[in-house]
């Protein structure tokens, strides 16, 4: 067992999810991790990051759907 599902196997235990413990176990797939880190009004422009303002070059217009409403900002 990777050491991912190791410690998933050890987290459904401790939050007693036994009964989706096989389904959990099964389903579980690599993804990402988020650290937190500096915060983000110090990271430089073009870089990833949660939080702050988002970065547009200058003069671009904030993006809109089709329906003309301003687009979401998630990250």
């Not at 067992?1 to 196997?9: D, F, K, V």
């Not at 009964?19 to 993804?31: K, N």
């Not at 070059?57 to 409403?69: I, K």
């Amino acid at each position: 067992m990777a050491p991912e599902h190791t410690r998933l196997a050890e987290l459904v235990d401790e939050f007693e999810l036994g009964e989706a413990r096989d389904f959990l176990l099964a389903s579980a797939v690599p993804c990402f991790l988020i650290l937190h880190g500096d915060e983000a009004s110090s990271a430089p422009l073009g870089a990833t990051r949660f939080g702050g303002v988002p970065d547009l070059p200058e003069g671009t217009a904030w993006p809109r759907g089709s329906d003309g409403r301003l687009a979401n900002f998630f990250a």
